[in-house]
């Protein structure tokens, strides 16, 4: 069996759900979500709420869906993601000419 095919079923979920834990914690301490989920440990200092909370979701999820759903679900939510984020950066470039773009890239636009 190939390396690949054992680790991505654990290092994909594991960095989505970590990091989704993150965008909770920082819309929380936005104000777009409740305050609690941006309560941080007092030792880790990782926010431990959230991470809960993920947690106790995607294993409820994953334990009621079949994996090919989740496995296409995923996918197809995160092309469009990519698809809408870019779509955005186009518009606000479109729509904000005058803002600063300090980042230069060699070769690029």
Known sequence: MDLRAIATPTTVPLT???????????MAHDGSLPLVLAKLHSQTTTPWVSTLISGIFCALISGICPVDILGETTSTSALITYILIHISVVIMRLTHRNISRDLRIPLGA
């Not at 989505?16 to 920082?26: D, G, H, N, V």
């Open 16 to 26: 989505l759900l970590l990091s989704q834990t993150r965008i909770f914690y920082t």
